[in-house]
């Protein structure tokens, strides 16, 4: 038998073109993470647990929160950070 983890969460419902990010930092202490890319293009992403909850719980109102295609949010790659590169998330249809 596997262990499991039991998830209740929940999150509000966004339109279609617009994202709040209140509830996906909701009773989080300290939300860190930063996505790092190397010269070959290979992408690491370090977190700390927070910084995890965080990520997923946004990822997961992307998912389900009927989005328009193209729909996009912009983020600098390192949580807290208000200035340099910029990680660019979108919504597409199928595999665009």
Known sequence: MHNTIEVHLNL????????????TYAGLGDAWYKFDVDA?????LRANADGFEHLARYF?????????????AH??????KME????????VDEHE
């Open 40 to 44: 070959m293009g290979n992408v690491t």
């Open 84 to 91: 340099g590169p910029e990680l660019t998330i979108v919504i």
């Open 60 to 72: 997961l109102k992307m998912a389900r929160g009927q989005k328009k295609s193209s729909y996009h």
């Open 12 to 23: 509000t419902r966004d339109t279609p073109n617009s994202m709040n990010f209140r509830d």
């Open 75 to 80: 983020h600098y790659v390192e949580s807290g």
